[in-house]
């Protein structure tokens, strides 16, 4: 059983994910966790050096607070992202 990382890219973001077996089987990390904090800036957030990229899901990135371990999810698209993604898949 190989504990390498599977590459995956869903809706045009490359992601990491864990393999069958491991611990964190079927977890997706963001290939560039930049991509992740610039959405999230984008999307609102404040003090981005207070936080840590931690995994995606459901299309949200996830940052866990370096001090007090709370966690915060943004989206990783917007309304007319979303339905330029939706569009291209229909294609």
Same mark, same amino acid.
């Given at each position: 059983?190989?504990?390498?990382?599977?590459?995956?890219?869903?809706?045009?973001?490359?992601?990491?994910?864990?393999?069958?077996?491991?611990?964190?089987?079927?977890?997706?990390?963001?290939? =560039?966790?930049? *991509?992740? #904090?610039?959405?999230?800036?984008? %999307?609102?957030? &404040?003090?981005?050096?207070?936080?840590?990229?931690?995994?995606?899901? =459901?299309?949200? *990135?996830? #940052?866990?607070?370096?001090?007090? %371990?709370?966690? &915060?999810?943004?989206?990783?698209?917007?309304?007319?992202?979303?339905?330029?993604?939706?569009?291209?898949?229909?294609?």
């Amino acid at each position: 059983m190989s504990k390498d990382f599977i590459h995956t890219e869903e809706n045009g973001i490359k992601y990491l994910v864990h393999p069958a077996g491991s611990i964190f089987e079927g977890m997706k990390i963001r290939e =560039n966790p930049n *991509d992740a #904090f610039e959405n999230a800036i984008k %999307r609102g957030m &404040k003090n981005p050096e207070d936080w840590m990229y931690m995994y995606s899901k =459901n299309g949200k *990135d996830f #940052f866990k607070h370096c001090d007090n %371990r709370c966690y &915060k999810a943004y989206p990783q698209f917007g309304v007319i992202e979303k339905i330029k993604n939706k569009i291209q898949r229909e294609r």
